[in-house]
């Protein structure tokens, strides 16, 4: 599948459609949530799109239809997932993941588009440009989504829950530059 990848606006028809296609990607197993998408359209809106380092992109398809989208911003002390991450792993570990990170927050890719490389080409232009010395993220351990990921070069930094009786999350990172 070939795409081209964009700058995603906070807001007109482009917006939408990655909002759609999270709300799509993220009501199927194992997430089950179909109101995720306007969750996510809300934090990016009013708090992470205000973050240092925030960028936000979309693929989209030979006919114009939006196919996937990921954002992300640079980590610190005081965002709740860089300081819940760094309360549960080691102080070394910490210091190498969290210290100059940036956060892949989200991606999702249309279900019918899943395995065509869309997640893959998102996360490489997204990280591109980073300065960063490290990129993190966390994603469901019952998910598919790990294997992308170790595909990408990012490696297993610890096996968490958020919240608790939570589900486990994989914790990954990966050093930059991509």
Known sequence: MTVTILPLPTNGPLFEGAIA???????????????????VAERIR????????????????????VAGMTYGYRGIRGQWWHDTVAR??????????LTDSYELVEIAV???????????????????????QTC?????????????YSRLGFQVVTIM?????GSPFYVMGR????
């Open 161 to 165: 829950s958020f919240t608790p009786g």
């Open 46 to 65: 009013s708090d992470h799109s205000h973050r240092p380092g925030f960028r936000a992109l979309v693929a989209v398809d030979d006919d114009g239809e």
């Open 110 to 132: 249309a279900p019918e588009c899943q395995g065509e490389g869309v997640g893959s080409a998102l996360i490489r232009e997204l990280l591109t440009p980073c300065q960063e």
């Open 136 to 148: 993190v993220l966390s994603t469901r351990a019952d998910s598919r989504a790990h294997n992308l």
């Open 88 to 97: 549960e792993i080691p102080r070394a570990a910490a210091k190498d993941w």
């Open 21 to 39: 296609v999270y709300g799509d990607a993220f009501a199927l197993p194992p997430y089950s949530d179909p109101d995720r998408g306007e969750d």
């Open 175 to 178: 050093h930059l530059p991509y």
